[in-house]
C-alpha cells in the first residue's frame, strides 16, 4: 500500500469526491479503449481499491476454495456448456434476466417478482460461481472462467495497454494519489477488466441475436457492464432492478450532475421513492417504484411481541473488525442487554470465534436463523451501511447508525429522522434507547411487486 498522512482523513464522502474530481477533470466518462468507454467499467472497482487500500474499509470476505474445489468448479462449467448452455436453445423470449448470485431459500427475492410475471418467457442467464443458481436457469459460466483467465494471462506475459492509453492511466493513477494520498494500480485494473468486458460483451452480444429478448433484467449492473453493453449494442431495452441500499456515495449509481455515461441501464426499478430521490442517476436513466413484495410490515401480534432487551448488529464484510468492537462495548456496558452480531452472507465465523465475547453477545451466522427473524424480534438494530437496516426500518427496529466508514449511505434516512447516528460505542450506550422508529417506511419499501 502506498499512502500519506491524507490518507488518514478519507472517509466514503472524501473518496467519492475525489473520483468525482478526477472524472471532470480528465474526462474520464470520455476515455475509449478499442471503442470501450472504460472507465464505467473499473469505476466501482476503483473505489472499493481507495477505501480498502487507505484502511477506511477492511479487507471483504470473499468466496475461499481449496484446489480441489477450484477443480470441481471447473469440471462443473465443462459439464455446464453442454447440459445448460443458452446457446443452445431453438426458441426466442421476450426477455433475458440475469439475477443475483445471491439466493434466500433458492429465490432471488429481487427478481422473483419479475420472474413470475414472465413465466416461461424469460431466458434465466444465473450463474453457480458464487452461488447456487435458479432451477431451470442457463448458464454462461464457461465463458466467464475464460474470460477470467484470459485477463490473468494476459498481466502475467505483461500484454497491456497501448503507449497512449498507458499514459491516460498513469493520468489517473497520479491525480487520485494527489487527492486521496492513495496508489492504486490503474493500468493494471484496465487491462484486466477491459479484457473481460470485450470477450464477455462479444459472448453476450451473440447471444441476444439468438435469443432476440425484447427486455434484458439485470440485478447489479455496474458488476454486469458487459450485460448492459452488449444488449445497448443491439437497441434492447435494459431494466435494472434494485438490490440494495442506493445513496449519493454509491458510485455503482451516483453521477453528480446526471452526466451521459456509456453502457448504463434505460430504467431502474426500486423498491419504494426514497430511492428515485437521493441519488443523480446518469443522463437518459429512468426510475420507477417497483414495490418489495419480499418485505411486509408486522402483524400488531409481532409488534407487541418485540424483545425490548433485544438489539441485533448487523454486520458487514469491509467493516466487521471496525463494528465488533463496538458491539462488544454495548454488551459489556448494558449487560441487562441480549446483543446479537449478524454477519453478512459474504462473512465467515471462523474470522470471529476466536474473539473472546461477553456473555450477553453472541454471534449468529447461516440459515439456522435469519436476519428476517432477528429483526421481526429485535427492539434494536445497530449498523453502518448495510441494507438490513431499511428492511429492520420495516419491521419496526428503532435505528442506530454507527458513525463508522459508509455510515453517509444512510445519511438520507438520518436527516429524514429515520435513524439515529452515534460517534463510537460510548455514545451507542448513551443513546442507545433514544433511537427513533420509522415513521413511513413504506416510502423505503412499497407493497407489492412490478409486473412486466
Not at 291 to 301: D, S, V
Request: with cysteine.
Amino acid at each position: 500500500m502506498t499512502s500519506t498522512g491524507r490518507s488518514m482523513e478519507l472517509s466514503v464522502a472524501t473518496v467519492c469526491r475525489a473520483v468525482w474530481t478526477a472524472e471532470t477533470q480528465l474526462a474520464l466518462l470520455d476515455w475509449q479503449i478499442n471503442g470501450v468507454h472504460v472507465w464505467p467499467v473499473i469505476r466501482m472497482r476503483v473505489f472499493h481499491e481507495l477505501s480498502r487500500r487507505s484502511g477506511i474499509h477492511g479487507d471483504p470476505h470473499p468466496v475461499r476454495r481449496s484446489r480441489e474445489a477450484k477443480a470441481k468448479l471447473v469440471m462443473h462449467h465443462l459439464t455446464a456448456l453442454l447440459r445448460e448452455n443458452p446457446f443452445l436453445t431453438r426458441r426466442g423470449y421476450d426477455a433475458v434476466v440475469v439475477p443475483h448470485h445471491r439466493k434466500v431459500n433458492g429465490v432471488d427475492i429481487y427478481s422473483d417478482a419479475t420472474l413470475k410475471s414472465l413465466g416461461d418467457k424469460a431466458l434465466v442467464l444465473d450463474t453457480s460461481i458464487n452461488g447456487s443458481p435458479l432451477p431451470g436457469s442457463r448458464t454462461l459460466d464457461f465463458f466467464t472462467s475464460m474470460a477470467n483467465a484470459e485477463a490473468k494471462l494476459r498481466q502475467k506475459l505483461r500484454i497491456g495497454l497501448s503507449t497512449a492509453d498507458a499514459n491516460k492511466a498513469a493520468q489517473v493513477e497520479e491525480e487520485l494519489q494527489r487527492l486521496t494520498g492513495i496508489k492504486v494500480p490503474i493500468n493494471g485494473l484496465v487491462t484486466r477488466e477491459l479484457t473481460k468486458h470485450r470477450r464477455l460483451r462479444a459472448v453476450y452480444r451473440a447471444l441476444f441475436r439468438k435469443v432476440r429478448p425484447g427486455t434484458v433484467y439485470v440485478v447489479v449492473a455496474y458488476f454486469h457492464q458487459h450485460v448492459v453493453a452488449a444488449a445497448r449494442d443491439l437497441g434492447i431495452p435494459v431494466v435494472e432492478l434494485q438490490h440494495g441500499a442506493m445513496s449519493p456515495f454509491h458510485l455503482g449509481y451516483s453521477y453528480p450532475g446526471r452526466p451521459e455515461v456509456a453502457d448504463q441501464p434505460n430504467e431502474l426499478w426500486c423498491f419504494g421513492k426514497y430511492w428515485t430521490e437521493n441519488v443523480e442517476l446518469p443522463a437518459g436513466m429512468t426510475t420507477r417504484v417497483a414495490g418489495a413484495p419480499f418485505i411486509r410490515q408486522l402483524t400488531k401480534a409481532e409488534a407487541k411481541a418485540k424483545d425490548p432487551t433485544l438489539v441485533l448488529v448487523a454486520s458487514q464484510g469491509t467493516i466487521g473488525s471496525f463494528l465488533l468492537p463496538v458491539a462488544i462495548h454495548l454488551a459489556d456496558k448494558r449487560p441487562e442487554l441480549k446483543v446479537v452480531y449478524r454477519l453478512h452472507p459474504s462473512e465467515h465465523l471462523s474470522d470471529y470465534e476466536k474473539t473472546e465475547l461477553p456473555e450477553n453477545l453472541r454471534l449468529s451466522a447461516g440459515a439456522g436463523e435469519t436476519t428476517n427473524d432477528l429483526l421481526t424480534a429485535a427492539r434494536y438494530q445497530v449498523g453502518v451501511s448495510t441494507t438490513a437496516l431499511f428492511e429492520g426500518m420495516v419491521l419496526g427496529c428503532r435505528t442506530v447508525v454507527v458513525k463508522l466508514p459508509g455510515w453517509e449511505y444512510l445519511g438520507p434516512a438520518i436527516d429524514r429522522g429515520d435513524a439515529l447516528l452515534v460517534e463510537d460505542g460510548e455514545d451507542l450506550v448513551r443513546r442507545l434507547t433514544s433511537a427513533p422508529a420509522c415513521r413511513d417506511s413504506s416510502d423505503y419499501y412499497a407493497p407489492g411487486g412490478q409486473t412486466v
